[in-house]
Nanobody, 119 residues
Framework: QVQLVEFGGGLVQPGGSLRLSCAAS????????MAWYRQAPGKQRELVAA???????NYADSVKGRFTISRENAKNTVYLQMNSLKPEDTAVYYC?????????????WGQGTQVTVSS
């Protein structure tokens, strides 16, 4: 069982920055890919950014050049640095850990943290 706890959401003006953190339990963090998703009201949850155990990254087109995902294995933590925020970035952001268990992928999710971009 993996527990994920997100920190760092809040209200920010357009053009501002926020850094989200996600702390994970367990001893295998360094072996697992991690990701950030978001869900805006009335919309489906979408992938924002992902990072592999080897630190390869990928991003949604809408956030490329503005968001950066990173990880600190010594702290079992993954980060999402969000710069040049736009009102359309407003959403609940979720930390995700997909893990292979018994031949199947089991997705673990945090509780979510609200990010609101508004003047």
């Amino acid at each position: 069982q993996v527990q994920l706890v997100e920190f760092g959401g809040g209200l920010v003006q357009p053009g501002g920055s926020l850094r989200l953190s996600c702390a994970a339990s367990g001893s295998t963090f360094r072996l697992n890919a991690m990701a950030w998703y978001r869900q805006a009201p009335g919309k489906q949850r979408e992938l924002v950014a992902a990072i592999t155990s080897g630190r390869s990254t990928n991003y949604a087109d809408s956030v490329k050049g503005r968001f950066t995902i990173s990880r600190e294995n010594a702290k079992n933590t993954v980060y999402l640095q969000m710069n040049s925020l736009k009102p359309e970035d407003t959403a609940v952001y979720y930390c995700n850990s997909p893990q292979l268990q018994n031949g199947n992928i089991k997705n673990y999710w945090g509780q979510g943290t609200q990010v609101t971009v508004s003047s």
